[in-house]
């Protein structure tokens, strides 16, 4: 698959299931819901195997922060506040 570029159809689909938010919230709205996809295992195994392989040489926006590695909201929030320091924008009224 990997020296082909080339992915089976089978691995590419996925049911996608509504969860709830919140459940003390008003279920009614579509807004109180977002969508998770349970994908095929098989497809997950072939997932992890491809980033085991190959994540030295794989690489995101170093202002990413979630869905990555050792980084979470502290990060991003210090980096806001070092740029808003930095600019001196921080509590000016405008």
């Known amino acids: 698959m990997l020296k082909h570029a080339f992915v089976p159809e089978e691995l590419a689909y996925g049911i996608?299931?509504?969860l709830l938010k919140d459940t003390?919230?008003?279920s009614s709205?579509?807004?109180?819901?977002r969508g998770i996809?349970?994908?095929p295992a098989v497809s997950k195994?072939?997932?992890h195997v491809v980033i085991k392989l190959y994540e030295g040489q794989l690489g995101s926006?170093?202002?990413q922060f979630g869905f990555k590695k050792?980084?979470?909201c502290v990060h991003a929030l210090f980096t806001f506040w070092y740029t808003k320091l930095a600019t001196r924008q921080?509590?000016?009224a405008r």
């Open 24 to 26: 003390h919230g008003d």
């Open 45 to 47: 195994l072939f997932e």
């Open 16 to 18: 996608i299931i509504p």
């Open 70 to 72: 050792k980084h979470g």
């Open 29 to 33: 709205k579509i807004d109180m819901y």
């Open 90 to 92: 921080l509590f000016t």
């Open 61 to 63: 926006d170093h202002l």
């Open 37 to 39: 996809t349970l994908s």
